[in-house]
């Protein structure tokens, strides 16, 4: 069983940044895809960003590439997301969730992870 909590979120102006981290539990994480996911009110969970386990591999939406950057540290089993250049529109609650079976891949569709977080709020003003 892994167990995952995110932290670093906040309120913060336009063109500011922060870094999420996703803290996980469980010494098989390192060999887990992680995604970052948003959700904002009346809004469908979206994917963000992902990592594949050896972090060769990253997946960025088309609406925060440049900008977010997904990295991971296997010795920590922290998985982190830099985001600069914030927008009012990146305002959501972010996930972050880790597919146990991702056998090296980078996973991009939510039903396929089986662990989630709790969230954290990121809050963008203008």
């Known amino acids: 069983q892994v167990q995952l909590v995110e932290s670093g979120g906040g309120l913060v102006q336009a063109g500011g940044s922060l870094r999420l981290s996703c803290a996980a539990s469980g010494r098989t994480f390192s060999r887990y895809a992680v995604g970052w996911f948003r959700q904002a009110p009346g809004k469908e969970r979206e994917i963000v960003a992902a990592i594949n386990w050896s972090r060769g591999n990253t997946y960025y939406a088309d609406s925060v590439k440049g900008r977010f950057t997904i990295s991971r540290d296997n010795a920590k089993n922290t998985v982190y997301l830099q985001m600069n250049s914030l927008k009012p529109e990146d305002t959501a609650l972010y996930y972050c969730?880790?597919?146990?079976?991702?056998?090296?891949?980078?996973?991009?569709?939510?039903?396929?992870?089986?662990?989630w977080g709790q969230g954290t709020q990121v809050t963008v003003s203008s």
């Open positions: 969730a880790a597919d146990s079976d991702a056998w090296g891949r980078i996973t991009l569709t939510s039903y396929q992870y089986d662990y």
